[in-house]
């Protein structure tokens, strides 16, 4: 009977193995396409539970079925976790490049801005300056003008003063000469206080 059961068991182990390794990787494959699609991450602990179901049911069967199909389910983990890191390096490379237009975008309205409000400065400030040349101008112009005058004022009150004094001075020449004149014929003046008279 021992000889009996041996044989059983080595038809039983080829028969096992055999069968198996197909659908199981099939069956694991399209779960894994399935979830990689939606979560992005290989779920790491559907390996576990798939694992643990078996070694359930029978231990020594399960280690050589995870043996023979682990390989494959590695291989389909390994090129999921590729795609998946593909992907990655891929969304991550398109959003690096969608910040870098956003900032271009950004940095040439922002010269464009600057640029703007520097020739609208620059124009103002050009007018400014012109309307300060022109005051500068009007009153450079004002204060010769009144230089002028303070000249023409200075200039008028001299002549004025000059024939005062000039008045004055012939005023004198003729009261001394009337008064020789009384003195030389010994007669007194008819007014002696002029602005008194009558």
Not at 24 to 35: F, G, I, L, Q, S
Not at 140 to 160: C, D, G, P, R, Y
């Amino acid at each position: 009977m021992g000889e009996e059961e041996s044989p059983k068991v080595e038809a039983e182990s080829p028969s096992e193995p055999a069968p198996e390794p197909t659908p199981a990787p099939a069956a694991v494959e399209p779960t894994k396409d399935v979830t990689e699609e939606k979560t992005v991450i290989p779920p790491p602990e559907e390996k576990v539970d798939d694992s643990k179901a078996p070694a359930i049911v029978e231990k020594v069967p399960d280690s050589e079925e995870e043996k023979t199909s682990g390989g494959s389910v590695d291989r389909d983990a390994v090129l999921t976790r590729v795609e998946t890191e593909k992907r990655l390096s891929l969304i991550q490379a398109w959003e690096e490049s969608e910040k870098t237009k956003a900032e271009n975008k950004a940095y040439k309205k922002l010269s464009g801005i600057k640029s703007w409000e520097n020739s609208k400065k620059a124009t103002v400030e050009a007018k400014l300056k012109k309307i300060e040349e022109n005051l500068e101008k009007k009153k450079a112009e004002q204060v010769e003008k009144l230089k002028n005058k303070v000249a023409f004022i200075h200039k008028t009150s001299e002549e004025k003063k000059a024939m005062v004094i000039a008045k004055r001075e012939e005023d004198l020449l003729k009261a001394e000469e009337i008064a020789a004149k009384y003195r030389a014929a010994g007669t007194a003046p008819k007014n002696l206080f002029g602005c008194f008279g009558g």
